[in-house]
């Protein structure tokens, strides 16, 4: 009599790329949700909400928001993290103006000076908590101060009034929408891609996952993470010279708390607090969050206190989830 065989199938397991993909379109969709959701909500106690002048109106004013964003998921991939990116914004600024109005330089030899101090800031904080091996909270906590105070010595405390010199950049184009915006949208697009799909983007995840095993794998982490906050730092004063096109001035108070929101965005769009994961795209959407929160509650009458209350909620709560997720993905690992 022959022996019959049982043969049993093992379960097949998804493979890495198929568990990131996942995890990217489940991101994708919640968001999705989460921004459409709140457009309803808004669009239904407000009849002027679901209109083409809201939805431009707030596409012109997140560049800014959007393009420190991208420099913050960079740096918060790498387990980092800077407070002084408005105040970089406001001295970037600052220089910009002062070299258009008092030494009559040309745009360009001014936005490049402008871009140029917030390279040395973001520098600067890179390389001292690299160096020293201090948390990046209490450096950048210092430039903050730092970038601030540098600010107003160089305006002397007052607005510098540029005219519309940058006016170009904040103005509506096609469709109502400014250069600056296309402008940020390019950018989030090169973030994505850098972080996706270069092996700088590889080694930023690394030293976020496990800075050690990088070090042990022959990759040196200190050059990359300087370079990531001098990114940020760039970013931040090209967002102040979008801030003093729409403005046509450079205000010393220009940022004050602009970090919390550019850390509420990337944190929102999902960036992991503790490094190693993150998604430009899902920053944006974050941004858009934001943006349609604030848009939303200023459009409904809601008084500045009860918005602050209401963001400080929404932010909490992105913490909270991005903590849940992070634990369910330690138990499935």
């Known amino acids: 009599m022959q022996s019959s065989q049982t043969i049993s199938a093992a379960p097949v397991s998804d493979s890495p790329k198929a568990t990131r993909l996942r995890h990217a379109l489940g991101g994708y969709i919640g968001l999705i949700a989460t921004l459409a959701a709140m457009i309803l909500l808004f669009g239904s106690i407000s009849q002027y909400f679901l209109t083409a002048e809201t939805f431009i109106t707030i596409a012109n004013d997140i560049p800014a928001l959007a393009i420190m964003a991208v420099g913050m998921t960079f740096v918060l991939v790498i387990a980092g993290i800077d407070l002084s990116v408005g105040s970089v914004m406001a001295l970037g600024a600052a220089v910009t103006a002062i070299a258009l109005q008092q030494w009559q330089w040309g745009i360009w030899p001014a936005a490049m000076l402008g871009l140029l101090v917030g ?72 973030g994505q891609i850098v972080l996706s799909r270069t092996v700088f983007g590889r080694y930023m995840i690394g030293i976020g996952t496990n800075e050690e095993a990088m070090r042990l794998a022959g990759v040196d982490p200190r050059p990359i993470k300087v370079a990531v906050f001098a990114l940020l730092g760039v970013l931040a004063a090209l967002a102040g010279l979008i801030q003093t096109s729409r403005l ?35 920053t944006f959407f974050g941004v858009l969050i934001i943006a349609v929160l604030e848009a939303g509650l200023a459009q409904v009458g809601a008084s500045e206190p009860t918005k602050r209350i209401i963001t400080g909620c929404v932010i909490v709560a992105a913490v909270v989830l991005d903590m849940m997720r992070e634990r369910r993905r330690n138990r499935q690992a």
Request: charged share 10%; aromatic share 6%.
């Open 119 to 190: 390279l040395g800031c973001g520098l600067l904080t890179g390389m001292v908590s690299v160096g020293w091996r201090l948390p990046s909270f209490i450096v950048s906590l210092g430039m903050l101060e730092i970038a601030r105070g540098s600010a107003y010595i160089a305006t002397d405390s007052r607005t510098q009034y540029i005219g519309s010199t940058v006016e170009w950049l904040s103005a509506p184009i096609a469709g109502g929408i400014s250069p600056a915006f296309i402008l940020a949208i390019l950018i989030v697009i090169a």
């Open 248 to 282: 046509e001035a450079a205000d010393p108070n220009m940022g004050v708390g602009m970090e919390l929101q550019v850390i509420a965005a990337v944190v929102i769009g999902g960036t992991s607090l503790m490094g190693g994961r993150g998604s430009v795209i899902n």
